[in-house]
């Protein structure tokens, strides 16, 4: 393996392994950041060969996560558990949710090195922002952790964000029983927020684009990927009333405005939804 020593703002080393691409590192490639490798941009490279304007989904993940973020922070929503949170980059969650909710409180969770390094230094910006890094595929582990009973009150609403991370977990850990896991211990009047890549299995050259990159992915030294189907991330969902309009491509949950041009076809191989638990 080759390793990369870095320190946390807590003097924490932690061993950073650069001889595979890591999701967190290959999505901040994508949105121009500076915290990857070449080994991650080289999952980018090979991906925007197949789709050259793949760039824009990622950019449309982060617009669809503020909208969602500031409409439930809105709603009077004061708790946010961001799981899979990336790199910091321009906006981020807390950011929104305290700009719109003064009182909100965010913990973010990620497993992956480089974001516990950053994320400690810039997410965990004031003392209603935390930061644990955890396995997301955990749900007992990660709602037990004390990071997380310290700052959240979970007999209280919270919102669970899920944005674009479960495409990145394989069958066999089994993606909606871990959202089942996490939606049973969540209490009533919660939310959750999710993406996921979508293959629309209808032939269609959007399928064949979704296949395609998802076999870029898998190939890569990443590994991971999986486009799924609608009625199985329908499934991620079970046991919440989706908020209008449902699960639906990134720009048609609510908007900012008319688009300035329309979506190329990866960008509309996403879907996401927030939905309420009753
Ligand atoms: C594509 S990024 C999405 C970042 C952010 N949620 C967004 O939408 O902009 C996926 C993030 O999920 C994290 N992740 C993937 N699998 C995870 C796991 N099993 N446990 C914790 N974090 C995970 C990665 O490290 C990465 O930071």
Same mark, same amino acid.
């Given at each position: ?13 932690? !061993? /950073? ?5 890591? /999701?967190? $590192?290959?999505?901040? +490639? ?9 080994? &991650? ?8 060969? @197949? ?10 993940? $982060? ?6 973020? $500031? ?24 950011? #929104? +949710? ?6 909100? !409180? *965010? *913990? ?5 090195? *480089? ?13 209603? #922002? ?6 997301? #595929?955990?749900?007992?582990? !990660?709602?037990?952790?004390? @990071? ?9 609403? /919270? ?5 674009? %991370?479960?495409?990145?977990?394989? &069958? ?40 395609? @990159?998802? $076999? ?18 329908? %499934? ?11 699960? !639906?491509?990134? &720009? ?17 191989? /996403?879907?996401?939804? *927030?939905?309420?638990?009753?």
């Amino acid at each position: 393996m080759t390793a990369t020593k870095n320190e946390d703002t807590r003097g924490t080393a932690e !061993v /950073i392994d650069t001889s595979r691409a890591s /999701i967190a $590192r290959v999505y901040d +490639a994508f949105l121009g950041g500076k915290n990857n490798y070449a080994i &991650d941009r080289a999952v980018m490279e090979d991906v925007l060969k @197949i789709a050259p304007q793949a760039s824009l989904v990622a950019k449309g993940l $982060r617009r669809w996560l503020i909208r969602v973020t $500031r409409y439930l922070a809105n709603q009077g929503v004061d708790q946010f558990l961001d799981c899979g949170a990336g790199l910091p980059t321009e906006e981020n969650t807390h950011q #929104t +949710a305290q700009r719109y909710n003064p009182d909100a !409180v *965010v *913990v973010y969770v990620d497993k992956d090195p *480089v974001v516990a390094v950053h994320g400690r230094a810039l997410l965990e910006e004031n003392s209603s #922002t935390h930061f644990l890094q955890a396995d997301l #595929t955990r749900p007992s582990e !990660v709602l037990a952790n004390p @990071i997380v009973t310290d700052h959240l009150d979970l007999d209280r609403p /919270i919102a669970l964000i899920q944005c674009a %991370t479960l495409h990145h977990i394989d &069958d066999d850990q089994q993606p909606a029983q871990i959202m089942a896991d996490y939606i049973e211990a969540l209490p009533s009047g919660s939310y959750v927020a999710l993406t996921h890549w979508w293959d629309p299995q209808d032939g269609s050259e959007g399928s064949e684009l979704a296949k395609g @990159i998802e $076999r870029s992915f898998r190939e890569s030294s990443m590994g991971t990927g999986r486009y799924r189907g609608r009625g199985e991330i329908e %499934t991620m969902l079970k046991g919440l009333d989706l908020l209008d309009p449902g699960l !639906v491509e990134l &720009d048609q949950w609510w908007p900012e405005g008319p688009l300035a041009k329309p979506n190329s076809l990866v960008e509309t191989l /996403i879907l996401g939804a *927030v939905g309420r638990k009753p």
